[in-house]
């Protein structure tokens, strides 16, 4: 372990000097530490803003409207007003473990962004494992959630975190083999390299990719229609029930801040980072992980949520195969030199490929229950 | 063989949702813009006029739910009754409007205004002063068509929402 850990630190130090960037040094890291916090808590509240406006305008309502213009300091108003709660800690909670699965939660998604690139090379550590560090990393969060789950001592709260690691466990597969596709393409586990190497974004070559990526994201961050592990009308709010006070509020932030971190990382794999013209490139970057989002907030408002049988199917006969799928003729494609050579051919027959795949799949050879209707 | 199923059903709650985005909202901010309620409208008071009411009492015999309390004194050089109290407790009322039909001297009517909460119980007995109309407590329509007639007509949606803040 200890070996490893070390290997991963001297790539991060020989990698993180790009061309135009001054890395390597003491401030290098520092530096962005501090932007990466800041990034992650402005967005996250930009990104409730466009929630919940967006979401009450696509419900015919208006939406917070009253704190400051046009509502925008309305997550400092909840930030404030869930700060001021009282602290309740159900008497029969296991206190240490209640206590740090906030922390646990956190970290992680405050953690994905060291490795997704702001502008050419800007970025904490250029890995040349990147994709498997934010896969690694993404999941690390089920525990700290698992621990919420299992501290509350609520029967609620476990069977909401029982939901979270099953969903998390299902849907890692198809978004791990999902990715392979892009990595084929790009040559490289580097996510400023794959970024460099999209100079067609990557959505067009892997319509199929960015689709199952998408699902498989929105459920492991457990968004609508995946939230089936804080499902309200079902288990009151799932894992965080006995949560109040500034651990609730942690949770709050982990929810949103996850849903910035695959936003980026969607952004990133397959629309192209921080390409783009006349604008600035973080600009870019950021713009388009408000795409992304405004894309899962609608999502979120259309479609109402899954059963728990359903999320699984899903994963397993639906997501899997496809990915697999989606590897195989990727990697074809890439043994041809289609990427290089070929590359609107390879947009045409992709997209071809995505709509009969689904099609037939979904018309032949997805199943809820085999067919059957088990009681 | 039906498409339903293969994504085009999403994809059309998907336009559904998207064009909802460009319309404009269906509500009303409540205290600064609201909605013209119907002209006969069965309001939580009461309004009475003092006038025309000749404390017969038929009023308070019909309501079902005994929430007006009347009493009233003969004036023998007059030769009629002067009412000396009159009440009605709008937290009994349940708006049934028979005290109001069954007025022979056209004294009693709805209030037009829904605005009536109140912080104790107490504070729902109406007295006789709180009964008379006012601007603020304008007659509802009901029962009196050519009341309803001045009153603006009813409204179901706000045309144009102009945000407040
Ligand atoms: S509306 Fe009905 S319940 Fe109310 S005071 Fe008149 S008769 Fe009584
Ligand atoms: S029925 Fe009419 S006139 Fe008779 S007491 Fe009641 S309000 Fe007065």
């Known amino acids: 372990m200890a070996t490893a850990g070390l290997n991963i630190y001297h790539l991060a130090r020989l990698q993180a000097v790009s061309p135009d960037w001054p890395g390597g040094f003491w401030w290098h890291w520092l530096f962005f530490t501090v932007v990466i916090i800041g990034f992650v808590l402005t967005m996250v509240m930009g990104v409730i803003y466009i929630e919940r406006r967006g979401m009450g305008r696509m419900q015919s309502r208006l939406g917070p409207n009253r704190t400051g213009p046009f509502g925008l300091l309305q997550p400092v108003a909840d930030a404030v007003k869930v700060l001021l709660k ?56 089920t525990v700290g959630i698992f621990m919420a789950g299992w501290g509350s001592s609520n029967k609620y709260s476990l069977l909401g975190a029982m939901r979270n690691v099953a969903a998390i466990v299902s849907y890692e597969i198809p978004m791990v083999l999902a990715i392979v596709g892009v990595v084929l393409i790009a040559g490289s ?9 999209q100079n067609v974004p990557f959505i067009l070559l892997q319509p199929l990719g960015f689709l199952l990526f998408f ?8 968004r609508s229609p995946f939230d ?15 949560y109040s006070g500034m651990k609730f509020a942690m949770f709050y932030l982990v929810e949103y801040a996850e849903a910035v971190a695959i936003s980026a990382i969607i952004a990133t794999l397959f629309l192209g980072g ?10 870019w970057f950021v713009v388009k992980i408000i795409l992304v989002f405004f894309a899962m907030v609608w999502t979120r408002t259309t479609l ?68 059957r209707v088990e009681i | 063989m039906k498409f339903e199923r293969y994504g085009i059903g999403i994809a059309k709650g998907l336009t559904v949702t998207i064009k909802h985005l460009f319309r404009h909202p269906t509500v009303s901010q409540y205290p600064e813009q609201r909605l013209n309620i119907s002209r006969r409208f069965r309001g939580n008071e009461l309004i009475w006029n003092q006038e025309k009411c000749t404390g017969c009492g038929t009023c308070a015999k019909t ?28 937290g009994y009322c349940i708006q049934c409007g028979l005290c109001i039909e069954s007025c022979p001297y056209e004294a009693l009517y709805f209030s037009h205004n829904f605005e009536c909460a ?16 006012t601007p603020e407590r304008k007659v509802s329509g009901y029962f009196y068509p050519d009341k309803a007639e001045k009153l603006p007509k009813q409204t179901l949606l706000i045309e144009k929402v102009t945000e407040k803040r």
């Not at chain 1, 586990?189 to 190497?197: E, G, K, Q, R, T």
């Not at chain 1, 699902?215 to 457990?222: D, L, M, Q």
């Not at chain 1, 089936?228 to 006995?242: K, R, Y």
């Not at chain 2, 912080?119 to 109406?126: A, N």
């Open chain 2, 118 to 133: 109140k912080y104790r119980r107490g504070e729902l007995v109406q007295g006789k002063e709180e009964m008379l109309e």
């Open chain 1, 304 to 371: 109402p949520r899954i059963r728990i049988d359903q999320l699984m199917a899903f994963a397993w006969k639906f997501l899997f195969p496809m990915s697999l799928l989606n590897m195989f003729i990727t990697a074809l494609q890439v043994l041809a030199g289609w990427p290089t050579e070929l590359v609107w051919v390879m947009i045409i027959v992709n997209i071809a490929v995505m709509a009969i795949l689904v099609l037939v799949w979904s018309r032949f050879f997805f199943r809820l229950g085999g067919g």
């Open chain 1, 215 to 222: 699902a498989a994201g929105c459920a492991e961050i457990n």
């Open chain 1, 228 to 242: 089936l592990m804080e499902a309200d009308s079902e288990l009151v709010a799932g894992f965080h029930t006995e």
């Open chain 1, 86 to 141: 009282e602290n309740i800690v159900p008497a029969a909670a296991d206190k240490l473990v209640h206590w740090l699965a906030p922390v646990i939660a956190f970290a992680p998604a405050l953690m994905l962004f060291a490795v997704i690139p702001f502008e050419n090379g800007a970025l904490l550590a250029d890995l040349n494992i990147g994709i498997l560090y934010v896969i690694a990393i993404s999941s690390v969060s």
């Open chain 1, 189 to 197: 586990l580097s996510l400023n390299d794959i970024v460099v190497a």
């Open chain 1, 274 to 283: 921080w390409k783009g013209p006349i604008l600035p490139p973080w600009l």
């Open chain 2, 63 to 90: 309501c079902p739910q005994g929430a007006i309390e009347i009493i009233t004194s003969t004036d023998m050089a007059e030769n009629k009754y002067v009412v000396e109290k009159y009440e009605a407790d709008t």
